[in-house]
């Protein structure tokens, strides 16, 4: 049995109870990566292996230090984690119609992930394909389970790669335009996401958080002029399957409650996102209605630009 202790932490317990292993899960939300970083040092310090939710992480660099030849280079998230688990899923970074990627520090797990994936078999099939004969000598050293991931989505997948930097950069920018607004308009009842120093940030989400309650009611108004918005992620506690932890998570329980993530993928505009920050500007009661005041402010931030 899988158990969510403190921290993150999962163990996983025999059918008496008895905990036989512990873990540290991160969850790399959006593309930031917090405070990984120091997460990383803890669980070397403790020795408990540190699994990488990397769904929102494809693309995301930091500085990966070779100390064998003194240097240093440009680094996917998750070099330095036991396990790190991908998401190619079609609304993810890297694109696939549904698939995922783990990869292992350790080569024993990396085999045994493989077999288990494939219904516990021993070889894959190009394996066992040998000069044009099928070779159907293979064991089944355990049950597993039919997880694997498929050719189509393989190719999918190695065309996206192609895509990925170039993809990012653009997300960047948009992420960068809505930083650029927000500044300028220094809306007090919103509340930036501090990002890590990163090398490059995948930007798969752009969070903020809005104050004095009133996430609910900008939603719901954004949304009456066309703009969806989603929540990563509401407090676990509040499902029924973690409620026993009610209580136990009060700075995700207090965050989960004014996060919006804003519109963010390849078919925005700049203009697109200027429009989305006007209207959370107008729908906030500190601004006046009157539009124009926000459409000055952000013209002559353009123009200033420019
Ligand atoms: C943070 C996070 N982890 C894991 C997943 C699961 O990914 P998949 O649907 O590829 O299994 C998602 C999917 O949205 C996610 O957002």
Known sequence: MVVMGRNTQLSIEDDNGVQIAVYKVFVGIGGNIGQYERVR?????Q???LILDAAHLAGTQTMRVYPQYQAMAQSQVGWDADVSVFSFQAVKNLPTA?????CFKDEEDDKLARQLSWLGIDKSTYDRYNKGTYNWKYDVPNVGYKYHGNAL??????????????????????AET????????????????????????????YPIRIKKGLRDFVMEELSERGIYCGVHYLDN??????NYAHGS????????????????HLHMSKDDVKRIVIEIADILPEYDKDKSITKGLLG???NGKK
Not at 98 to 102: A, F, H, K, L, P
Not at 180 to 197: A, G, R, V
Not at 237 to 242: A, F, L, S
């Open 41 to 45: 040092e803890i669980c070397n310090l």
């Open 47 to 49: 020795n408990i292996p």
């Open 98 to 102: 549904d698939s995922g990627m783990i």
């Open 153 to 174: 989505m393989g190719a999918i997948g190695l065309v996206q790669l192609k895509y990925l930097d170039e993809d990012n950069q653009y997300r960047n920018l948009l």
């Open 178 to 205: 809505y930083s650029h607004y927000f500044n300028i308009l220094n809306l007090e009842t919103i509340e930036p996401i501090k990002e890590s120093n990163l090398k490059v940030h995948s930007r798969h989400l």
């Open 237 to 242: 506690t509040k499902y029924p399957m973690y």
């Open 249 to 264: 998570c009060k700075n995700a329980h207090e965050i989960s409650s004014e996060l919006i993530s804003l519109p963010l």
């Open 300 to 302: 002559r931030a353009d």
